[in-house]
């Protein structure tokens, strides 16, 4: 039986999602990731979810490899070459000071060291034209010194090689000549956008992992093999969709945001489905908690993902959904500063330990822990990976952070899931209120495995009345990349005036973009249907700095036309616009979607109002606010509730790997697909 599967890895549990072509049916798993080999990870979720490996017929995978090599700065050691007198550049940067009056700010830290910048003499102009012509002796003395300094990934940044990349071409050649071994990266193969620094810094992160990266996917390939398996095997993308192990293996920075990327997916899937086309996709895991904007049903897009924040981080400019990210998970580890003042986050208990109550040798107090003393989690439950909750240690665990405040075990509890609620609300203000959206006008939507436990306190924060809770929400993010295209953008800049140049010729363009994306689709290992084009470009008014990304729709046919479509674009975002004022295009953007087919959405069968008497299984005593007292809640089973059950709060609705907690004045409808539609009460 063919059987197409999907493996999300988080900071706490993989997730798996197979899908039976045949008899139409999902097979769920989740287990502990594996940070020694997330590969063992990998397996131990297939396992869980009973997908034999033989069966396998295409595999998706999403990874925090990327990141977490980032993040910690574990990747390879690695050299940077880059037009002479341009050293400089990766450590100065942007020179800005986002946080202007603080004494303590720091810049960003550069993945490598100035001395492992190296200055290659040549020089092109920004219109593709050559000043100076490549240095070969001297480039390769550099390739031989790069040799024996031992060095395994060579990033390549030369300065306007997005216009013409024949310089950086061939220093990539004498490289691979030189060492033949390391991993190089060449900048017009990563970015074709001007900015010197936003390049160099996406193109070093890229060289940074490469050799990581590229070697953990030819593992997992052969893993695969190894299990008689001929699955064709997909990795998710930043952008929302997926690419073959070829072109992630060489373009390893698409990955960072792989996971939370899935979840955007399902959560556009699930709004066609539900007739809705905006909503929040929240997702909370044991790790983070993510926010993204569905407006139209259209993938929120951004330019720049500052890795490690925007103050102090590394910008890596790659099409990316535009996610919004905060260290607040289940296992977000509650702590006090030098004052006295309570945080919770950043830092995680992650899968090892995990919170103090999964019993694997935790001690600090975390979300979880707190969720469990309050009951809001079943004090003697179990969770997916085969754990048992252990109510005794994550009393005695936030008992601990209690006696240090001087406050009762109650009240420490409720108030680090508070602190945690506001911070979650924040990352969704950070893509609503900041750019003029009312987070009030749209349905959050809410997964992961503790986004449907904490959402009702969420949506309080935000005032947010209408939320989805989708089938299976630990799994959804899995369920997402079930749900994803193949998909390559490619973006090309080049600075032209309206006035100056014709419909023709950007026409001329586009058409240029579009035959090397399909070139490029068509020759990777992924079978696909029908190809689509979208198309978007980055324009400002003449004498601006920065742009406006804006779509280009099809019926765009003459300069006037895509002079409006700017107009408003910059009259949505910034509430002003210069109609009479000329306009520049910076950088146009194809991106090529292939079809690949998908899982159905299945509808669940018609109940009454009421929901039957095996769907309540207990009752359980919950705080939900600590000075009330702990409150007798009712307690269904999910899988036995039926389309048009109604449910009122408080209530818990249970789930083999999540928990959905009503509070008083909750409402719950369950709809024909099995989603819980929750009202929120004041």
């Known amino acids: 039986m063919p059987i197409r599967a999907a493996v999300d890895i988080g900071g706490t549990f993989t997730d798996v999602v197979g899908y039976d072509d045949v008899e139409g049916t999902l097979m769920l798993g989740k287990t502990l990731s594996t940070p020694h080999d997330l590969i063992d990870g990998v397996f131990g979720g297939l396992r869980a979810a009973d997908v034999p490996v033989p069966d396998l017929d295409f595999a998706i995978h999403g990874s925090t490899v990327v990141v977490n090599a980032l993040i910690e700065r574990k990747g390879a050691r690695t050299a940077l070459l880059t037009t002479a007198g341009f050293r400089d550049v990766y450590e100065i940067g942007r020179i800005n000071r986002p946080d202007a009056f603080n004494l303590a700010f720091t810049k960003h830290r550069p993945l490598i060291p100035r001395e492992m910048i190296f200055e290659v003499p040549e020089r092109k102009r920004a219109d593709g034209g050559t000043v100076q012509e490549l240095d070969e002796r001297r480039t ?15 990033a390549v940044v030369l300065l306007h090689a997005y216009r013409d990349p024949a310089h950086e071409i061939r220093v990539g050649e004498i490289l691979r000549e030189e060492l033949p071994g390391a991993y190089v990266t060449l900048s017009h193969e990563i970015s074709r956008e001007y900015r010197e620094f936003e390049r160099t810094s996406t193109v070093v992160a890229n060289a940074f992992v490469g050799p990581l990266v590229s070697d953990y996917l030819g593992r997992l390939e052969d893993r695969l093999r190894a299990g008689d398996s001929g699955a064709a ?12 192990v070829a072109t992630a293996s060489g373009q390893c920075v698409q990955m960072l945001e792989s996971g ?5 997916v399902g959560t556009i899937a699930l709004c066609e489905a539900l007739g809705r086309r905006e909503a929040i996709a929240f997702d909370m895991g044991g790790t983070t908690a993510k926010s993204a904007v569905i407006r139209d049903l259209t993938f929120p897009m951004a330019s720049d993902y500052f890795l490690g924040g925007y103050n102090t981080g590394l910008p890596i400019r790659i099409p990316c959904l535009d996610i919004v990210e905060v260290g607040t998970g289940g296992g977000s580890v509650a702590w006090l500063d030098e004052a006295g003042g309570v945080h919770v986050g950043p830092r995680s208990a992650g899968a090892a330990p995990g919170p103090a109550c999964y019993g694997r040798g935790g001690t600090e107090p975390t979300i979880t822990d707190a969720s469990v003393v309050l009951g809001h989690l079943a004090p003697s439950g179990e969770l997916a990976g085969g754990l048992h909750l252990d109510d005794g240690a994550a009393r005695r665990a936030v008992g601990a952070l209690a006696g240090r405040l001087g406050m009762d075990l109650v009240a420490t509890a409720a108030g680090i899931i508070a602190i945690g609620a506001a911070s979650m609300a924040n990352s969704v203000r950070a893509v609503t209120t900041e750019r003029g959206l009312d987070p009030r006008d749209f349905t959050l939507v809410a997964y992961g495995g503790n986004g449907p436990l904490h959402v009702s306190q969420v949506a309080r924060e935000l005032a947010v009345r209408r939320v989805v809770v989708p089938q299976i929400p630990a799994l959804f993010s899995a369920l997402g990349m079930l749900m994803a295209d193949q998909r390559l953008d ?41 190809m689509e084009f979208l198309r978007a470009a980055d324009m400002r008014y003449v004498g601006q700095e920065h742009t406006v990304t804006v779509d280009v729709p099809p019926g765009t046919r003459t300069v006037d036309d895509l002079k409006r479509v700017f107009d408003i674009a910059h009259e949505q975002r910034y509430s002003h616009s210069a109609p009479g004022e000329p306009a520049q295009i910076v950088s146009l953007r194809v991106s090529a979607v292939g079809r690949l087919r998908k899982p159905d959405l299945t509808k669940i069968r018609e109940g009454a109002e009421t929901p039957a008497g095996e769907a309540r299984t207990g009752t359980r005593e919950i705080v939900f606010t600590p000075g009330e007292g702990a409150v007798p809640t009712p307690v269904y089973a999910r899988a036995v509730l039926l389309a048009g059950n109604r449910i009122a709060g408080p209530a818990v609705i249970e789930e083999p790997t999540a928990t959905t907690l009503l509070h008083p004045g909750d409402r719950a409808e369950v709809d024909g697909y099995g989603n819980l539609l929750l009202e929120i009460g004041a």
Not at 142 to 149: C, E, K, S, Y
């Open 260 to 264: 939370p990327a899935g979840g955007v």
């Open 490 to 530: 490619v973006v090309q800049t080049g600075v032209r005036t309206l006035g100056d140049t014709t419909a023709e010729e950007i026409e001329e363009s586009y058409r240029t973009l579009e035959d090397e994306c399909e070139r490029t689709l068509a020759s990777g290992t992924l079978r696909f249907g029908a």
């Open 140 to 154: 390769r003395a550099i390739a031989q010194r790069l040799a024996a300094l031992g060095v395994e990934s060579v």
């Open 233 to 244: 095997l997909a990795v998710m993308q930043s952008n929302g969709g997926v690419s073959d």
